[in-house]
């Protein structure tokens, strides 16, 4: 069970590592264009920046604490801010109606709160 949350945990890191400089790194204009970026022109600039730092921080949080054994309860917290983050980035797509993006985030929401919850069950020793 570890591995497939060490698994879990890296896979998402990565992904939300990757949305996050995009997010950073590219203009709002350019990110509405992309598949499913529409949601970028309802939102300020600023406000998008700063889910990218969210997202890099949330990405350094699900596996930092653990790998370096400092603060492993870390890692179920930031998970768990990465699935309110989801949460609300799943509310947005459904309100645009775009429900095909909705099953990606859903899928983001439920690997999150599993790596969340099952790493509160494991208390602070990640091993």
Not at 42 to 57: C, M, S, Y
Request: hydrophobic share 60%; charged share 10%.
């Amino acid at each position: 069970m570890n591995a497939a949350l060490w698994t879990v945990a890296a896979l998402l890191a990565a992904a939300f590592l990757v949305a996050g400089l995009n997010k950073l790194l590219i203009p709002r204009e350019k990110l509405a264009k992309a598949p499913g970026g529409g949601w970028a022109l309802d939102f300020t600039p600023r406000f998008i920046k700063l889910l990218g730092t969210l997202e890099i921080l949330g990405a350094a949080g699900l596996t930092l604490p653990a790998l370096l054994h400092i603060a492993p309860v870390l890692v179920p917290i930031a998970a768990t801010c990465l699935a309110a983050l989801m949460t609300g980035a799943t509310v947005v797509v459904l309100r645009r109606r775009e429900y095909v993006h909705v099953l990606v985030d859903l899928t983001y929401l439920a690997l999150t709160m599993f790596l969340a919850i099952s790493r509160f069950g494991l208390g602070p020793t990640l091993q």
